[in-house]
């Protein structure tokens, strides 16, 4: 099994920098698992490397719920759900890898949907609220005035 790393491609910029950070950030957690996927690490450490991305996720989801409410986003309760989902797969997809890691390899079809599982989420919903954010900037908490 190939488990090709993830690229970062322009169509993810989304133009909000410390957004972008943070998508980079845990896009290259997502290629640890998948160099790890490759690898044959054992069960317990890829484990380890999923908790790590569901708390860095989790960072990241509540600071961007946190800008959208400060810029009035109207879309803000359905992003907000589209997160929680996002959770929800990402712990079917933990307990799926490293059930098919401790019985020798995990699945194609699982490294598939971790490959998309970020990704997927930046070019839509993130994208879809990219425009309405930039150039309210100014009312986010902390923000630059
Ligand atoms: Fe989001
Ligand atoms: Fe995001």
Redesign the pocket.
Known sequence: MTTRSLTWTDDLTLGIDD?DR??RGLMEVVNEILVACDSGLDSAMLGALFAQLRKSSLA??AR?ERMLADTLYPRLTQHRQEHAELIEQLDRIAAQAVREAEQGGVADATVIFLRHWLTS??VGP?RGYSGYVKGREKRIRGGAE
């Open positions: 957004i943070e998508h990241h989801f961007e989420h930046i993130d």
